[in-house]
């Protein structure tokens, strides 16, 4: 558990917790999940983040998607795009948490948005790692940039609903091609990399800021340099 990264284990601690207040009856589910009404109009606003966390009760479901939120969020967080670079990371969640927010209020009946932010994590992660080789329970191989759509496969052929996969992996396209294609750099603020990073921050690095930190159109950072 120490030697995972820090936003993996921050993660993976919210939700392991969430579960937990949850199944010993400390915290009803109805008090996390996300409501535009409750939000919007009582201002509950840690509905915007506890949504985020919870995973369902514990069972096989859970174990799952825990050994999924450690690999690939893992493996996300050691990669070169974000090695050493948390506070943004931990920017790249939440800018894709923004966008399936936005799309759960204007569909409705989307209650819990955690699976669909662990899928942009998983098509975050197989656009880095295009070519690696996946063994999908020993039957077959495929590379890793099919990944996410295998889910959404086996989701399908399991009888659930393919609804968080898909749109998960449209929000992580959305930070793919504002950063990859477009050149964007979604970058954290300043006050989050020095609280989250391990180098300092040089006060000469960042120039420009707006909503999501420091950007300059045309030379940003790509996704798998």
């Known amino acids: 558990y120490n030697s995972l990264p820090k936003v993996t284990r921050y993660y993976l601690t919210g939700a392991f917790l969430s579960t937990c207040v949850v199944q010993l009856g400390i915290v009803p589910p109805q008090l996390l999940f996300l409501s535009r009404p409750a939000v ?55 800018f894709c948490a923004l966008v399936l927010t936005a799309i759960a209020f204007l569909i409705g009946d989307m209650p819990f948005l955690a699976p669909a932010l662990l899928s942009s994590i998983v098509y975050l992660w197989s656009r880095i790692n295009p070519t690696q ?53 979604i970058q954290a603020p300043r006050a989050l990399r020095e609280l989250m990073d391990d180098a300092p921050v040089r006060p000469t690095e960042t120039q420009y800021r707006g909503n999501f930190g420091g950007y300059n159109w045309g030379g940003g950072r790509r996704l798998g340099d």
């Open 133 to 185: 080789p996946l063994s999908i329970f020993g039957l077959f191989t495929v590379q890793a940039f099919y990944f996410p759509w295998v889910l959404v496969m086996i989701t399908v052929l399991m009888g659930g609903s393919p609804m968080p996969n898909i749109l998960g992996i449209v929000a992580g396209h959305v930070y793919y091609f504002l950063t990859t294609v477009q050149g964007l750099n």
């Open 40 to 94: 919007l109009g009582q201002l509950e606003l840690w509905r915007l983040l506890t949504n985020l966390l919870f995973f369902g009760g514990f069972g096989m479901p859970f174990v799952f998607n825990m050994f999924f939120l450690v690999r690939y969020c893992q493996g996300l967080e050691t990669s070169a795009s974000f090695h050493g670079k948390s506070a943004d990371l931990v920017w790249c969640l939440a």
